[in-house]
């Protein structure tokens, strides 16, 4: 049977499996060492911003993740939060061999820009699901809304009145629209468009609690 629990250090490699095959970064990003980066922006980076971080584990086998800002846990310490998580970024972009500075730049600003559109869509929001995936596998099963039921309560536990949730137009973001969510801003962003090899369509979904 399937049971959530807490996020441990040990289950980053198969969380940055499954991120991957939600969002195809091997795919989509022709360097192996950017690929790598875009998982650990993902997985450490969003953990850097969350208080709550569970996992769903069915005989063993991590099968589904769920990352939100507001939470009654403590930060994780990812390595990638703040200052120095944006620092240590730069400095493994800055390091990636055979790449050209020209398109390094290009990298750096499209995570600039990123962020500051997106903390200008956000700003409203009091709790924010920063990151959310099953394995391609086990979807359908209610996983996914097992991990949001759970997330649903705790904001409402701390008194939280609105939940955001930033996706893109390649994300399953019809599970959002099913579960009463509204899309309340869109955004045309440089970072997912590299990620994505594709367009850099950006949604904000909101769901008043
Ligand atoms: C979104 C995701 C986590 C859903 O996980 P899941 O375990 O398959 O979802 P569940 O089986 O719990 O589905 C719960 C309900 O949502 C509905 N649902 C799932 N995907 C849906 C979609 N694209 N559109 C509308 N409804 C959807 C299901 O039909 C089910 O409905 P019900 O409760 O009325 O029976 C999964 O599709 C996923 O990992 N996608 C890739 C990553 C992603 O898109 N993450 C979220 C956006 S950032």
């Given at each position: 049977m399937a049971t959530?629990?807490?996020y441990r250090r040990d289950d980053l490699v198969r969380c940055?499996?499954?991120i991957n095959q939600a969002w195809d970064f091997d795919g989509n990003i022709s360097h192996p060492e950017i690929a790598a980066?875009?998982?650990d922006i993902y997985v450490n980076g969003s953990l850097a911003e969350s208080r709550h971080y569970r996992v769903v584990e069915d005989d063993g086998v991590v099968l589904g993740l769920l990352f939100g800002a507001?939470?009654?846990g403590?930060?994780?310490p990812?390595?990638?939060g703040g200052v120095?998580?944006?620092l240590r970024v730069l400095v493994r972009l800055l390091r990636v061999r055979g790449l050209a500075l020209r398109e390094k730049r290009r990298w750096i600003a499209a995570i600039n820009a990123h962020e500051v559109t997106r903390v200008k869509v956000t700003r409203r929001s009091d709790a924010e699901l920063t990151l959310f995936a099953v394995d391609e596998a086990a979807r359908g099963r209610g996983l996914g809304r097992q991990l949001l039921a759970e997330y649903l309560d705790v904001c409402r536990s701390l008194g939280k009145n609105r939940i955001?949730?930033?996706t893109d137009v390649y994300s399953n973001f019809g599970f959002y629209e099913h579960h009463g969510f509204v899309r309340v801003g869109e955004f045309d962003s440089p970072l997912t468009e590299l990620f994505s090899g594709g367009s850099g369509e950006t949604y904000v979904y909101e769901l008043e609690l």
């Open positions: 959530l629990r807490d940055r499996e499954l980066l875009a998982k507001a939470g009654d403590d930060k994780f990812s390595g990638y120095l998580g944006s955001t949730v930033e």
